[in-house]
């Protein structure tokens, strides 16, 4: 799977303290249940490569990929603002078909 680039991205995104940008790891606004706390502290080491694992890699994106679809539908967001999030849907639709694809490769799905 190609997940790198993906990593990358949300790192840049909201990380890399070398870039001048206005979202964080918070934007994401994981609830304060110890099992989405721990979830961030899994995200946050994926993004930052201390756990490269490949489960592990998966398991982090597929957990910020819902909790984009729960800020879109649930959050705050304006139908007007969604163009800012092209960037996002590009990269999330990426990591899914992907996942999808190795599921149809290994005969998982049908």
Known sequence: ?????????FYNRYLNPNIDTTYSIDG??????????QAKIDV???LTKQQT???E???????????FRNNLFHGNKEIINLNTQIDNFISANGILNEVLTT???NHLIT
């Not at 799977?1 to 991205?9: F, G, I, L, N, Q």
């Not at 890699?57 to 909790?67: E, G, N, P």
Request: hydrophobic residues 40%; contains cysteine; proline residues 3%.
């Open 28 to 37: 994401l606004q994981f609830r304060g249940s110890s099992s989405d706390q």
């Open 1 to 9: 799977m190609k997940t790198c680039k993906a990593v990358d991205y």
């Open 103 to 105: 599921m149809k490769r």
């Open 44 to 46: 946050i080491q994926v």
């Open 57 to 67: 890699v998966l398991k982090a994106l597929l957990f910020i990929l819902y909790r």
């Open 53 to 55: 694992e490949p489960k």
